[in-house]
């Protein structure tokens, strides 16, 4: 594939002629909303605000394309507990940008952890088995994306990266390309929107979040300021002052607490309702099975406790209705004693 910039050179004269046929003064290469985009993740993620708002002006930004030339289009490290959106929020961009929430490359850092797993990212050094073919983990087609689109790439768990590794990403980060120690080959990152996660001081912004709910500050009015000081002083800790410098910007997604739980519920029955859909079959739940599916709820765990009861108390009972009634299209779940029981809905 010709490579997006060399593209883009030639695009710039084809606006220049543009202008001169009277056509607006700027049209962007990128063919995506990041309106449409905003809708799908505000739909999709709750209790994650300000990390929604720092998406949308990434998009903008993204989409008027005046980023440098020479480095990725966007570099965002997701801090924060699990389970609270930090994963999702990259697929559900991948899936509105490129229709399919798996468009992205993941690298999970927790993989190349030892050392010598760095040839895994970059392809061997000369002399070494495999030197030649230079495989990588990087899916080019998904990291470079097209003219019209970014390519998504997810490093997952970055403080567990090897030094060597972070220093192959610092490079990534800095110039936007990554070459193979072979030297033959090299991956483009400048057409490439870059997310990391870490839960990197989670534990420790949470146990302070516990501290200050039940202390005097609280009382007092105290700013609950010290977390982000807890949350620098972490991050100082596993990462080097070089590679937090070359991040655009640094989200902390919230502890998704139990206000948050009708509106989990109603995103996951959405879902199960649209794979029922498929099966012309619709599902409504009765008042007091979407209270017991809340009971238990561990905010430690986040948004996959809610999953977890979905799979392991609804789903088994929907399926058995739907196998027993294939005539049938509206259902409705009630709770019976402890058990789950899903029936031919009737008004
Ligand atoms: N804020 C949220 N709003 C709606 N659903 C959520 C939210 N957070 C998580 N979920 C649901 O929980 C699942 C797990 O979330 P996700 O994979 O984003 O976790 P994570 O923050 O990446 O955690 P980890 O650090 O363990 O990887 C998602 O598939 C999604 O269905
Ligand atoms: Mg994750």
Redesign the pocket.
């Known amino acids: 594939m010709p490579f997006i910039n060399e593209r883009l050179e030639a695009n710039r004269d084809a606006i220049a002629k543009n202008r001169a046929d009277s056509g607006p003064v700027r049209v962007s290469r990128f063919r995506f909303e990041p309106e449409a985009v905003m809708t799908r993740l505000r739909a ?5 605000d300000d990390a929604l708002a720092a998406m949308e002006s990434m998009l903008v930004r993204v989409k008027a394309d005046i980023g440098e030339e020479n480095r990725p289009l966007a570099v965002h490290l ?1 801090l ?10 990259v ?1 559900l961009i991948a899936e509105a940008i490129h229709g399919n929430r798996d468009s992205l490359c993941r690298i999970d850092m927790n993989t190349l952890a030892q050392e010598h797993y760095a040839a895994a990212l970059t392809g061997a050094p000369p002399g070494y088995v495999g030197s030649k073919e230079g495989h990588s983990l990087f899916d080019l087609d998904k990291v470079q994306g097209s003219f019209g689109k970014p390519g998504i790439v997810l490093f ?2 970055i403080e567990k990266a090897s030094k060597e590794v972070t220093r192959t990403l610092l490079n990534v980060l800095d110039t936007g390309r990554l070459v193979f120690p072979s030297g033959n080959r090299e991956i483009d990152f400048r057409n490439t929107l870059i997310f990391m ?1 870490s ?1 990197a001081g989670a534990l420790d912004a949470e146990a302070h979040h516990h501290r200050y709910q039940r202390g005097w500050r609280r009382w007092l009015g105290l700013s609950p300021g010290a977390g982000d000081r807890i949350r620098d002083t972490a991050l100082r800790r596993h990462f080097d002052p070089e590679f937090l410098n070359r991040i655009d910007q640094i989200l902390t ?1 919230n502890n ?1 607490t139990d206000n ?1 739980l009708d ?2 519920l109603d ?2 029955l959405a ?1 199960l309702n649209k794979r029922l859909a498929r099966k012309h079959a619709r599902l409504t739940l009765s008042p007091e099975l979407r209270t017991d599916l809340c009971l238990g709820y561990d905010s430690r765990y ?3 406790e ?2 977890r009861a979905f799979r392991q108390r609804l789903e088994p009972a929907v399926a058995r209705a739907l196998l027993a009634h294939p005539d049938c299209t509206d259902f409705s779940a009630d709770l019976r004693g402890s058990e789950v029981v899903v029936s031919q809905y009737v008004e």
């Open positions: 999709n993620i709750v209790g994650q997701f924060g507990p699990t389970g609270v959106g930090k994963t999702e929020t697929r997952d768990e996660t839960n997604f998704l948050w509106a989990l995103i996951e879902g986040g948004a996959r809610m999953l």
